[in-house]
């Protein structure tokens, strides 16, 4: 029994020295771990808590691990300043070439940000995201690129001044008329159109930006231009420029004082372009006709029906050939005036009459054709002429002006005045026709338009009255005295 007793001791020491062995083996691995969890944490806090940007960073190919920010900003800039300098943009017209450099354009960088952006990788909340972080970094390095901005406006100035210097405005071909020149294949001289061109500043701009963007610094670009074609085109007038009528009037009867005032009035319009709806005034053209213009006293129809002496006479003629000329020319005439009663050098119903400044009778003239006409006058062999050139009717037509007299009035018998005052006669036996007495005619005028001999179309122009005019007659109211009786002289010459 004692000996069971020992036996239970010695086992109870046996189970007590093994647990305390097991105890101490297992405080002693907690020890360790707690020491290595405490040099992880002790490690992990030098590896996370510090001011340096972390390893495998890059911003534009420059690594910046292991720096400060300001190390890596100051890095930056140094590269961003040799960056600036090799900026040298040329821009090229043919043999002209304009280089801008980083001043002209003023560059900015956000590399600065960027470094932020760099400094914060692996800084984010939470200590085991941060951790899972950084050691991605070592097999996925992080790459920052930098944007590049310029001062738009700076550069958009510059290329507007290159513009003002290389833009063109297009030239519309003309057309010169030399009425007095002696070729008539000189008489119109046309110059030929030019197109102008507009830089294309815009498109210049995104090709800048375009190569800036993509880290090109030192390039060429070649300037282009948007075409501005022409309103108008030499070939625009061609055809446009053919005789369409020359009308002339005789001046064989008429003397030098007339003859003058017909043909200075009609060397008024020698040059005159007609526009397309304009309308040509016989008064604006000429003026009133003066002395101090050079206009001279000849007959002039007043408003008794008479003709009397006036500054100016004559010039009837030249509304009356212009009006024919234009006519023919197919022109519109929107305002005329016939004379009082038919006149010598036209044929009834074609006379027209102008008179200035009171009462107001003009003579106005409608380019209704889709192209300019064009005026010549001139004097030659006793007749004073109106040319006129333009776009000639379609399909060869040509213009016939026909009259049809059809009807006459016999003039009431004339009135006979006494002239008391002796104005004109002065005995009984004596008369003054002072108003001769006319017919009346009615008149119709027609435009006929021609193909060959074939009349295509016809035109009323004017239905015209001349009314017919009583003569006015001026007779003495004196006796004749007897002629004296020469009996009873004497010849005392001795």
């Known amino acids: 029994m004692e000996n069971n007793s020992r036996e239970r001791k010695r086992k109870g020491r046996k189970k007590t020295g093994q647990r305390k062995r097991k105890l101490g083996r297992t405080l002693l691995v907690i020890g360790a771990a707690a ?219 008429s003397a030098p004082d007339r003859t ?73 005439v929107v305002e005329f005036q016939r004379h009082s009663f038919p006149i010598s050098y036209i044929e009834k119903g074609l006379d027209t009459t102008v008179n200035l400044p009171f009462p107001i009778i003009d003579l106005k003239i409608k380019n209704t054709k889709n192209s300019p006409v064009y005026f010549r006058t001139f004097y030659a062999g006793q007749k004073v002429y109106f040319e006129i050139y333009g776009e000639p009717l379609p399909n060869g037509r040509t213009i016939r002006i026909r009259t049809e007299e059809y009807e006459t009035i016999a003039p009431p018998p004339p009135e006979i005045r006494r002239d008391r005052e002796g104005k004109y006669v002065i005995y009984e036996d004596q008369k003054y026709i002072h108003v001769e007495s006319r017919n009346g005619y009615k008149v119709r005028v027609y435009r006929e338009y021609m193909e060959g001999d074939r009349v295509i179309d016809s035109e009323l122009l004017d239905d015209h009255y001349y009314r017919p005019i009583a003569g006015i007659i001026y007779v003495g109211v004196n006796k004749r005295p007897a002629p004296e009786s020469t009996e009873g002289t004497q010849d005392n010459a001795s």
């Not at 001062?151 to 010169?176: G, S, V």
């Not at 300037?223 to 369409?244: H, I, M, N, W």
């Open 35 to 253: 020491m290595l969890l405490i040099a992880a944490v002790l490690a992990c806090q030098k590896y996370l808590y510090h001011d340096l940007i972390y390893h495998n960073i890059y911003i534009d190919d420059l690594s910046i691990g292991g720096l400060t920010r300001e190390q890596a900003v100051q890095q930056l800039n140094s590269a961003w300043q040799d960056r600036k300098n090799q900026i040298e943009i040329h821009l090229v017209y043919r043999d002209q070439e304009w280089v801008f450099h980083h001043e002209d354009i003023q560059p900015t960088s956000n590399y600065e940000q960027l470094v932020d952006k760099a400094y914060s990788t692996g800084r984010s909340r939470g200590f085991f995201t941060r951790i899972k972080k950084i050691f991605d970094l070592k097999n996925n390095p992080v790459r920052f690129a930098t944007e590049i901005n310029y001062e738009t406006n700076i550069l958009q100035r510059r290329l507007n001044e290159i513009a003002k210097q290389l833009n063109l405005e297009p030239a519309d071909a003309t057309l010169t008329f030399y009425p007095d020149a002696s070729d008539p294949d000189e008489m119109f001289v046309i110059t030929k159109e030019q197109a102008g061109r507009v830089l294309q500043t815009q498109l210049m701009l995104e090709e800048i930006e375009k190569n800036l963007k993509q880290r090109i610094f030192d390039f060429s670009v070649e300037l282009r231009f948007e075409e501005v074609s022409p309103q108008v085109y030499a070939e625009d007038f061609a055809g446009k420029t053919e005789k369409l009528i020359a009308f002339g009037t005789d001046l064989s009867r």
């Open 260 to 332: 003058h005032n017909v043909v200075k009035a009609a060397l008024e319009f020698n040059g005159v372009v007609l526009q397309p709806g304009e309308i040509l005034s016989f008064n604006e053209q000429v003026g009133e006709r003066t002395a101090e213009k050079g206009y001279r006293s000849a007959p002039m129809i007043v408003a008794d029906k008479s003709l009397q002496d006036a500054i100016g006479g004559g010039v009837s003629q030249t509304s009356t050939t212009l009006y024919n000329a234009a006519i023919r020319a197919g022109l519109d």
